[in-house]
């Protein structure tokens, strides 16, 4: 037999069978031993090479029998499987007789065409122990599917691994019973194989990004899953189970913030993204709120190869730390340029506040040298020199305060106090004001006594500051209320006005140092901006706090004081320790002190008194004057030139002439620890420049 060259090997292939059935017919008169006629075999018509095989094959050693034996439902299945271009199989009969189509015998490999009309357990007899349990379920009348069921093969010639997606489905016969079984296979291997390199190729990656110090994910598909995320990104976005998930499902906090929506863009378009300092905020904890993070990233599309987009490679870095310490510097530059500002406020409000009384004082000295003896004018001159002095005084007391307090140096005489006789205290100081402006003020207060622990004198200088600016700022004949609370733990102070009250931008602000509202250019309230400052530190310095309200300009304001109760009644007030002083009369009094101008002044006071006084303006001349003259009482500078006034002190205790008289430092050093060094050098008494002239001739009188 001859064919043309140029037919197809499957041309070749039904010609051959067509030429062998017609010579094996005229050898046996017309016809063919386990061969079917054509109209018998009808529904095996079509079916491609293995159709073809089947038309002509001899069915004498099958199982199955002739085809034109075999039962309606079995022709049925065989001609839809013959038609199909799928890979089909079904077995029958009790021997499961094999038979299969085109796409199936790419399957078997070497094992076809041998295997058609065969027994199933002889033709995959190497598997068969792993797939009879499926089979016994399918001849049970079960179906059942299997996705990649990894199978070692042997169809050609020697063993090879490979992965089948099937389902095996029962076939009943015209009875309805079972009788044989229907297989739809796909071979995977390929799809297998190739997803294990993708998944190795995957984790090899993973491998080599978690190592990485930035935050690196990879997302694939329109919907960004998530197949990498290194330990940096884990550990941005709190570490959370985000492996296998979109992120829109893992990550559903950032709904709204924008990203969602870039990764849509990304891959929409397949342009990458920048992003740089970008907030986002993120649940890093469960049951936690959002975290504001900041990041840097990059969005890069990722393509196969045939250039489709198949997913996002996300890479990037946390810079929160970076971000917000740029944003504290900027927040401490801004601090320190207000700082600046409050400064040059406070030393322009100084420059004022000094100048002011000074002016007067200069005038007063001025008219003191013109005038002739006046003594209702000279009187008057001098009201208006002591009332600035005080003034000045009272300024540089409240620095020195602020001095003490930001510097831990504030020595507290803890008592226990009635907060009633406190307040009492506090608003004597400021009744002259109040009553000057005819001020309304009220108190209320519970019937019993409240006690609370700390320093008379400091606990005074808070409440009376309080309602000192409670008068201030507020107008004449408008209304100032104080209202005391208890409850077993605190005591409450409430000082409600109806003045000026507070910006709310300057509220937040109140208790800071050199901090005053907006005021007139006649600056007509004065003060420093201190007061507040000093209420808070006392306060805190206690165990107390105190805060302030106000709804805004023109509405006034209240300010709020509390500190810790005391459940008991207050300690009994020591006896102050009797003062040793000279007989009361006339006394001989030396003053030592280096500004000239200072001692005659005060010499010139000490006479006035009708004291004998003499001065001295260096230390080794208060010596010489001190054992010549034997004073009664020696005023004494610390800074003096020649030898400081505790030396100064020391030798004096040692003299016979002034061993025993009494010695009052007056000084410019108001300090604890100055008052302290005072007192081991031997002085019986220390007063701060400028000394009340009151304060000076107690200390005279027995």
Known sequence: MEFQASLSSSEYFVRYTALFANQYRLSTGGKCMGVPEEKEFAFLVGGGQTGALMRVHDWSHSPLGAPNSWPQSLRSIVSVMLSSEFPMFVAWGPQLGFLYN????????????????????????????????????AIQGHATYHRNLPLLVNRREHEEQAWFTFSYSPIRDENGLVAGMFCAVMETTDQVLAERHRVEEVERLRLLFQQAPGIIAVLREPDHVFEIANNAYLQLVGHREILGKPIREALPEVAGQGFFELLDQVYRTGEPYVGREIAVRLQRKPDDPLEERYVNFVYQPTRDYRGKITGIFVEGSDVTEAVKAHKALQASENELKAANRRKDDFLAMLAHELRNPLAPIATASELLKLTAADSDRVKKTSDVIARQVA????LVDDLLDVSRVTRGLVTLQHETLSIGRLLAEAVEQVRPL????????????????????????RLIQVFSNILNNAAKYTQSDGQIMLTVSCDSANVEVAIEDNGIGIEPALLPHIFDLFTQAERSPDRSQGGLGLGLALVKSLLELQGGRVSARSAGVGQGSRFTVRLPRVIADPEPQQEAKLRIRPDSGKLRILVVDDNKDAAVMLQLL????????????????ALAIAQRTSPAVLFL????????????????????ETGSSLLIALTGYGQPQDKERAKEAGFDHHLVKPAKPDDLFSLLVK
């Not at 003034?391 to 009272?394: F, K, L, P, S, Y």
């Not at 500078?637 to 016979?656: H, K, V």
Request: proline share 5%.
């Open 102 to 137: 085109d796409r199936y015998a790419d399957i078997l490999g070497a094992k076809h065409p041998a295997a058609l009309g065969g027994r199933f357990e002889e033709i995959w007899a190497e598997i068969w122990n792993d797939i009879r349990p499926i089979i016994d379920q």
């Open 391 to 394: 003034h000045m005084t009272e």
């Open 606 to 621: 000490l006479d006035a008194q009708g004291h004998e006084t003499l001065a001295a303006f260096s230390a080794n001349d």
């Open 434 to 457: 109040l009553e000057a402006k005819r001020q309304h003020f009220t108190v209320h207060a519970p019937d019993e006594q409240c006690f609370v622990r700390g320093d008379r004198t």
């Open 637 to 656: 500078d610390i800074g003096l030139p020649d030898m400081d006034g505790y030396e100064l002190a020391q030798r004096l205790r040692a003299l016979p």
